[in-house]
């Protein structure tokens, strides 16, 4: 079982710029496609974008164009740069490897990082 390790969280103003990262133990980490996803507070947790093991991405609507993911294999860790950052983008940020036609988590959640976007 793959351990996940989420940081980067924090309070951020409207417009402002955060970068997550999320940290996995063992070496299958690298063949899975991984994937960010948010729970903000009375919603359901939804996926936020996606990273084949080869780099290929995908976005979900509301952070395409503002939110950039990428990984590093080599250091077991998938990043999650945040940009022109929205008050609506607050939530538990989180990390899993993704099923890729169901798009639901495959392993246990790590403790997520908080995201606060506010004046």
């Known amino acids: 079982q793959v351990q996940l390790v989420e940081s980067g969280g924090g309070l951020v103003q409207p417009g402002g710029s955060l970068r997550l990262s999320c940290a996995g133990s063992?070496?299958?980490?690298?063949?899975?496609?991984m994937g960010w996803y948010r729970q903000a507070p009375g919603k359901q947790r939804e996926w936020v974008a996606v990273i084949t093991s080869g780099g290929s991405t995908n976005y979900a609507d509301s952070v395409k164009g503002r939110f950039t993911i990428s990984r590093d294999n080599a250091k077991n860790t998938v990043y999650l740069q945040m940009n022109s950052l929205k008050p609506e983008d607050t939530a538990v940020y989180s990390c899993n490897a993704v099923h890729v036609v169901t798009m639901t988590p495959l392993w246990s959640w790590g403790q997520g990082t908080q995201v606060t976007v506010s004046s």
């Open positions: 063992g070496s299958i980490f690298s063949i899975y496609v």
